[in-house]
């Protein structure tokens, strides 16, 4: 069984140009959550998510940022028009059930130029 | 304000050590809670996690202790080994909603040789 799997690892992006973040959660999870943390800095939650629903979204930005995760694929957190201060690793976690242990993904890494 | 705060911020043993990291939370209502190793460019991997009854909890080199009525726990790592170098997270969690968790800082861990 496969664990939390996020790609790409590494993403660079110039000002201005869109970030797509990939999360496919482990076989059998149907929740994802999303994370962001900053060099030095503890992770900070970002969205939750259901099957093509957005359960908790309180931590994402309102301006640029949206997360989806449909029915058939991974999730995405998408960043539009991004900005040096959007350089951070991004975590996405996966469980079973709501409320339930999550796992955690490799990360990726954005660095925006 | 549900905070979660760890104690020390870095650390730097002997192998063959051994070490005790320190969480405090404000965390409530609490639920349980966790500790995270972070290794460098990875995701965090669950080491144990403690419910409001569990006074402590063991994970072959790994030893949690929680004290509820204190909101205070620490995690005692024995004999320690190269391969412990890591940040090491606290994380607590809630009974209010599905996405509850609340994460420390972290102690970044070195050991050497």
């Known amino acids: 069984n496969a664990g939390v799997m996020q790609n790409p690892r590494h993403l660079v992006r110039r000002r201005g140009q869109e970030a797509r973040l990939r999360c496919s959660p482990m076989?059998?999870?149907?929740?994802v959550y999303w994370y962001r943390q900053l060099p030095e800095e503890g992770l900070k939650f970002m969205v939750y998510l259901q099957k093509e629903n957005i359960i908790d979204e309180s931590g994402m930005p309102k301006e640029r940022f949206s997360a989806e995760f449909p029915k058939e694929g991974p999730s995405i957190l998408r960043i539009q028009q991004v900005v040096r201060g959007d350089s951070a690793a991004y975590f996405c976690?996966?469980?079973?059930?709501?409320?339930?242990?999550?796992?955690f993904g490799p990360g990726t890494r954005l660095t925006v130029l | 304000k549900n905070q979660v705060e760890q104690s020390p911020q870095s650390l730097i043993i002997l192998e063959g050590k051994n070490c005790t990291l320190q969480?405090?939370?404000?965390?409530?209502?609490?639920?349980?809670l966790r500790w995270y190793k972070q290794d460098t460019g990875r995701g965090p991997v669950s080491l144990t996690i403690?419910?409001?009854?569990?006074n402590t909890k063991s994970n072959g080199r790994y030893t949690a202790t929680l004290d509820a009525d204190t909101k205070q726990s620490s995690l005692h790592i024995t004999a320690s080994q190269l391969s412990d170098s890591a940040s090491y997270i606290c994380v607590v969690s809630d009974k209010t909603g599905a996405n509850n968790l609340f994460f420390g800082t972290g102690t970044r861990l070195t050991v050497i040789p």
């Open positions: 403690m419910t409001f009854s569990e």
């Open positions: 976690a996966s469980s079973p059930l709501g409320g339930g242990e999550q796992f």
């Open positions: 076989k059998g999870h149907s929740h």
């Open positions: 969480c405090n939370y404000t965390v409530s209502p609490f639920s349980n």
